[in-house]
């Protein structure tokens, strides 16, 4: 489309506000709200323009004021996900920008995850940026709307795209629990709000300098057994004959007291002491925003602000906190919502100069 062609497109629109303007398909584009910018779209890009606007409906969207040039970012991420995935986007731009973020919002219209981009570092194409984005255990099936914006100053670049989740059967199970642990899970503490307030925080603070592990993580473990999986559905069978329905974030497994607990990769080291529901606790940041979380153990061997390596010990199995028994929660989180961990030991976390393939793709 000329850029005749497209300004008289724009006034049509804007001379009969009357009419709902159909979705339009452009390569470039003049608009004048919220102030005059050049837009350009791939050619299999859906929109309208309502009052000199775009309304992005899918595509590519790089926006400019008149005379820069607009960003051309190559964009890249999976179609398909299952609950507990973690999906990762690659951006590749020659000049550059400062800043991606993304987000993922389920079929009835909410936001499930965010993501905020970081840069990985240059390749043969310019610079190379990702975004994780973790589908939630609970997630409902269907077609969710993946939103990726990129700015630098005064220019922007939105995508939307379009993501399927798909089920996943998990299992159900009931766990009884002691006066002692009944009370610990139930009762109103004020400092188990603000542990659980503190822990949030530090979940959802990405450093943007956190390049530490790329490659597949490695179980705690070297010998073990599971307890309990990803995403199973759990009833908490209380001592007053109550009960309560949750969600496992993590991975449950079973070894004897002291057995040394493994990093599961390189990291950094942002929490690490005594917590009431999870005892002794260590969490990792591997990647700006992706952490690793070892919760019960019996002894902590690392402090925060440690580097550790891949396979280094952290700890101790034990049964601080709410536990059974001892054992080991490993659980892995991308800005606060918990993925499957299963997943990242059979997948890096990037590779290859364009990203090659990732976790969920």
Same mark, same amino acid.
Not at 121 to 136: C, K, N, Q, S, Y
Not at 311 to 323: D, H, N
Not at 326 to 352: F, K, N, Y
């Given at each position: 489309?000329?850029?005749?062609?497209?300004?008289?497109?724009?006034?049509?629109?804007?001379?009969?506000?009357?009419f709902?303007a159909p979705?339009?398909?452009?390569?470039?584009?003049?608009l @004048?709200?919220?102030?005059?910018?050049?837009v350009?779209?791939?050619?299999?890009?859906?929109?309208t323009?309502?009052?000199g606007?775009?309304?992005?409906?899918?595509g590519?969207?790089?926006?400019?004021?008149?005379?820069r040039?607009?960003?051309?970012?190559?964009? %890249?991420?999976?179609? +398909?996900?299952?609950q507990?995935?973690?999906?990762?986007?690659?951006?590749?731009?020659?000049?550059?920008?400062?800043?991606?973020?993304?987000?993922?919002?389920?079929?009835?219209?909410?936001?499930?995850?965010h *993501?905020?981009?970081?840069?990985?570092?240059?390749? #043969?194409? &310019?610079?190379?940026?990702?975004?994780?984005?973790?589908?939630?255990? !609970?997630?409902?099936s269907?077609l969710?709307?993946?939103?990726?914006?990129?700015?630098?100053?005064?220019?922007?670049?939105? +995508?939307? !795209?379009f993501v399927?989740i798909?089920?996943r059967?998990?299992?159900t199970? =009931?766990?009884? +629990?002691?006066?002692?642990?009944?009370?610990?899970?139930?009762?109103?503490?004020?400092k188990?709000?603000?542990?659980s307030?503190?822990?949030?925080?530090?979940?959802? /603070?990405?450093?943007?300098?956190?390049?530490y592990?790329i *490659? @597949?993580?490695?179980?705690?473990f070297?010998?073990?057994?599971? /307890?309990?999986?990803? #995403?199973?559905?759990?009833?908490?069978?209380? %001592?007053?004959?109550?009960?309560?329905?949750?969600?496992h974030? &993590?991975?449950?497994?079973?070894a004897?007291?002291?057995?040394?607990?493994?990093?599961?990769?390189k990291? =950094?080291?942002?929490?690490?002491?005594?917590?009431?529901? /999870? *005892?002794?606790?260590?969490?990792?940041?591997?990647?700006?925003? +992706?952490?690793s979380?070892?919760?019960?153990?019996?002894s902590?061997r690392?402090?925060?602000?440690?580097?550790v390596? =891949?396979?280094?010990?952290?700890? %101790?199995?034990?049964?601080?906190?709410?536990? @059974? &028994?001892p054992?080991?929660?490993?659980e892995?989180?991308?800005?606060?919502?918990?993925?499957?961990?299963?997943?990242?030991?059979?997948?890096?976390?990037?590779?290859?100069?364009? &990203?090659?393939?990732?976790? *969920?793709?």
């Amino acid at each position: 489309m000329t850029p005749a062609r497209a300004c008289a497109l724009l006034f049509s629109c804007v001379l009969l506000p009357l009419f709902p303007a159909p979705p339009v398909r452009a390569e470039t584009l003049f608009l @004048t709200d919220p102030q005059p910018a050049v837009v350009e779209t791939d050619p299999s890009s859906l929109f309208t323009i309502e009052g000199g606007a775009l309304r992005a409906i899918r595509g590519l969207f790089s926006f400019a004021p008149p005379g820069r040039q607009p960003l051309r970012p190559t964009l %890249s991420f999976p179609h +398909l996900g299952r609950q507990g995935d973690l999906l990762r986007i690659d951006a590749v731009e020659r000049e550059g920008f400062s800043s991606l973020s993304a987000e993922l919002t389920g079929p009835q219209g909410i936001a499930v995850s965010h *993501g905020l981009g970081f840069r990985v570092g240059d390749t #043969g194409g &310019g610079e190379r940026w990702a975004a994780f984005l973790g589908v939630p255990a !609970g997630a409902r099936s269907g077609l969710y709307r993946l939103a990726v914006s990129i700015t630098d100053g005064e220019r922007r670049c939105e +995508l939307i !795209g379009f993501v399927e989740i798909l089920a996943r059967d998990f299992l159900t199970e =009931k766990i009884p +629990l002691t006066q002692a642990l009944t009370a610990l899970r139930k009762n109103p503490d004020p400092k188990k709000t603000e542990e659980s307030v503190r822990l949030g925080n530090v979940l959802s /603070t990405p450093h943007p300098d956190a390049l530490y592990e790329i *490659g @597949t993580l490695l179980p705690p473990f070297t010998d073990f057994r599971r /307890t309990a999986g990803f #995403g199973d559905r759990r009833e908490y069978l209380y %001592s007053d004959a109550t009960a309560n329905m949750s969600i496992h974030g &993590g991975v449950d497994i079973a070894a004897p007291e002291g057995t040394p607990v493994l990093s599961g990769g390189k990291g =950094k080291v942002v929490f690490a002491g005594y917590r009431i529901m /999870t *005892g002794g606790s260590v969490v990792i940041e591997h990647l700006p925003g +992706l952490f690793s979380l070892y919760f019960h153990l019996s002894s902590i061997r690392v402090k925060k602000g440690d580097l550790v390596e =891949k396979g280094q010990p952290i700890g %101790s199995v034990g049964m601080t906190g709410l536990a @059974t &028994g001892p054992h080991l929660h490993w659980e892995v989180r991308a800005l606060g919502v918990a993925v499957d961990p299963d997943i990242l030991t059979r997948s890096p976390l990037l590779a290859g100069e364009n &990203g090659g393939r990732g976790p *969920g793709t």
